[in-house]
């Protein structure tokens, strides 16, 4: 946040509520942090609404110290709620995205547009689950809301969350999981809730809130439960203009191209090089001045000002110059590039073929025999070893810790790769790369994961998107269909969509495995797959004149960023271990946030976090993650902690989970509780 200019001097003087109450129809009251001009009574605004489970008073109060306080200088009323059974609110948590949650929410926008101090217009702004419950908040029509800026959201939450890609259980089931477990299970504080009741409802929700993991892990095809929740489902509920952005180094940004593509109404899509953060303080940069880009939206949508947002380019993105691998990256290197519209079809294809084990543009050696015929393309077999997957980094990448990809030649002896010649021309790719092959697999169920890279003159080989395919579900993931022994069947691998320059000289790579640990679990049994007439399509994007064009962002700004004193210093640790005498190959994580001691309340945090990953590179039943949290708050004789342990196994007929959760305060234990469950795996 070195970057961002401090602005303390705005248009209109700002008043903060530390907490007020919002009641909900049944009784239950959420807590509201607000932020607004001092004369708003007078002059009434719009406002804005943050809607999270993150703990206000700790969790998201550094980034919410240098927005909302802005948004209210500039003539907003900027509102941060815990969400209920989260941070200082009422009542339980049960789950993600549930119809409470959005019952909640609608009764939130009808109370803030009958305040006296608010216009009767109220947006939503919100990053990762704040962006998801934007998009969904707007498919249910609240007559007051007027506008959504969604960050590092999915409207899929099936095909296109931390559940599944493409049908492979993604690791991040497990980690993220893990990291809600131990967020709805912190307590209140006693500051707000009171020093005889905070304990109270930290028992009601370590009672109730339970291990959500589970449910997830019982849904293993895209049914009621994810459709739930996934605008895609209707693209025309949402009506509102929605301003979609997103960043390469996240795991969401495929949504903000399907939104552009699908939604009905006024919409705009950004992407960045950001990781999981908001553009005015993420990595890698450039940061830009978001907030500035947000009021512009917020003006033309809810208070009729043209500010020209609308007549500029429908699709804005980074277009990224060639780096050398680097698992974390300050700045990476690129330009500004803009789309009028994106239709699906805004770029065009060009088709790589596997030809004598490279990649080359030619399908044949020869002509085909008539236009008609498809080309034999060679024949490869893969059965990858359980530990290909290594270097690939993180799903989903936060931009603070190297938590990101690896130089791919670590890859080499696991994937099987395939280069182009060095390109005789720069050329530059905008979409989704789409791989295309026919598989013949020698058992019911298997995964195939495709990754692309630029391998620079030095043969450095950085990564620039992954897909993956359980082949079960290759024709859709509501009703998987086993593979069938000696049948061979087409499918179609659709990879992350990537903005990438790739320069004269340089090569692309594809690479191929049959396992991908830990970003995705193993299959239910060790594979052989067998590819024939294997291509990847290509969004060649061509230079447009549009791009010279662009205005600059404005540079970063906020509020001023919230006072703390560091207590202990924090780290990041991420280490591969090989046992060569058992073969078992083990991957760690470990993050320490530090101490922290939050000035205008008193309250010192320190939170660590220890993701384990371990498996044996020829046994798919081996693979095992176990994630540690411990989260502990404090202040004066107020002390609070949470310790969580979650593990999963996948064996070859069951997902095997267990969970503990240990409550303490200085008193000693207020709670301890234990889960133990064997889930039957579906094709998956």
Known sequence: MDDIRIKTDFPRKVREIENTWIPMPDGTRLAARIWLPQDAKDDPVPAILEYLPYRKRDGTVERDAL?????AGHGYAGVRVDMRGTGDSEGICLGEYLPQEQEDALAIIEWLAERSWCSGKVGIIGISWGGFNGLQIAARRPQALGAVISL???DDRY??????MGGCVLGDKLNWGATAFSIVNTPPDPAIVGEERWRTMWKERIDNNGLWLLDWFRHQRRDAFYAHGSVCENYADIEVPVYMVGGWMDGYTNAVFRTLEHLPGPKKGLIGPWAHRYPHFAEPGPQIGFLQECLRWW?????????????????RAWMQEPAPPAPYMKHHPGRWVAEPAWTGTSVAVQSLYLRDFALSDSPADSPADSPGDSPAGSSLTIASPQTAGAAGGTWCAYGIVPDGPLDQRGELGSMMSFDTDPLEEDIELLGF?????????DAPQANIVAT??????????????????????????ASPEAMVKGQTVPACVQLNACGQRVAKGQRLRLSLASAYWPMIWPGRSAATLTLENTRIDLPLRHRRDIDRSLK????????????SETILVGGYRRRRIVDHVTGIETLERISDSGAKNHLHTGITVHHINRETYRIHPDDPHSGTGTQRWSKSFSRGDWQAKVETMVSVRALADVWRIEAELEARDRDGIVAVRHWSEDIPRDLV
Do not use: W
Request: charged letters at 20%.
């Open 159 to 164: 095909a296109d969350d931390i559940h599944f």
């Open 433 to 441: 790369p789409m791989l295309h092959a026919d598989f013949t697999c």
């Open 67 to 71: 927005t909302h306080p802005y948004f």
């Open 552 to 563: 600059p962002f404005s540079p970063p700004e906020g509020a001023a960023p919230l006072e």
């Open 452 to 477: 692309l890279s630029v391998v620079d003159e030095e043969r450095r080989a950085t990564l620039i998107s992954f897909g993956a395919l359980n082949l079960t579900h290759r024709n859709g993931h």
């Open 152 to 154: 590092c959201s999915t």
């Open 299 to 315: 003006d033309q949508h809810l208070k009729g000002i043209d500010t020209g947002i609308m007549a500029e380019p429908e699709l």
